[in-house]
């Protein structure tokens, strides 16, 4: 992929100029592959869910299955959209080999959280089209006999997860976007938390930006929080690796900053643009 390389973030750099070095990484070869990766997507989840349809023994096993799937998946997309947030939010920089091009529009969101509401829905959601891609082609060609149902159950779940995945950057555009500018069905949706309400996403956007990663529609938020779950990985991973967690983060923001025993602390006055 080729990728324009952005140079480290100086801790003189107006606010402006961080969005522009950061905007400058997203090139038309980057756009080229998104348009591509959206349209494997699209195939492959239309073949997975064909493939499921046509596989169920009847009407009722099928819509049943998909139902009890439905629910579970919105669980399971909830905590792996926190899991890439957490890890892009937290590890590496937008220098970093292969992932710092995904990075960079983390660093960007932190700085400008109202940027994200001026990109199109296949600059929102195509890189989180990557990491479902290898289980719906499963789910496309997968030939199963109905011994156990469950194995039904799994496929629903997988296709249901990796449109969730799919959605979620869109859902989380949506927790940004303007009451007046937001679909009625989207604020329905919104206010009986089916889908990320903005007042729950408000807590993350609160530096040093380390809490409510799950951004699908924030179930797994309270759960995860209530036994310290993301303090703990960072914690093992830090004590494997040395790397500090946010590091990079309170150099783009500077509205945190770290202390000498790794520890994100209290808010800094934001440097005038």
Known sequence: MTVAEIPPVEPVLARDD?????????????????????????ISWVGAAYNIRTIGD?????????????????????????????????????NSKIVGVFIRSFREHHID??????????????????????????????????SLQIELLLMNIALWTTFFVMMTNQVHKWAHVSTNKRPYIVQLLQSIRVILHPQVHN?????????????????????????????????????????????????WTGRFEIDNAGNSVKRKPARPS
């Open 113 to 146: 959280p109202q940027a994200m509401t001026k990109h199109d829905f296949i600059e929102v959601s195509a890189d989180s089209c990557i990491i479902p891609m290898p289980f719906l082609i499963l789910a496309t060609f997968w030939r199963i006999q109905f």
């Open 58 to 94: 009847n009407f009722v096993q099928n819509i049943t299955s998909s139902a009890i799937g439905f629910i579970i998946s919105m669980f399971i997309a909830d905590f792996l959209g926190g899991v890439v947030h957490w890890a892009c939010d937290t590890w590496g920089s937008p």
């Open 203 to 251: 807590k993350h956007h609160r530096p040093p930006f380390d809490k409510n990663y799950c951004i699908f529609n924030g179930w797994m938020n309270p759960i995860l929080a209530s036994f310290g779950f993301w303090r703990k990985v960072e914690r093992m991973i830090t004590f494997v690796s040395g790397n500090v967690p946010r590091a990079d983060d309170a150099g």
């Open 18 to 42: 961080k969005l522009d070095v950061l905007a400058s990484g997203y090139t038309p070869t980057k756009r080229r592959i998104e348009i591509i990766v959206m349209i494997l997507f699209t």
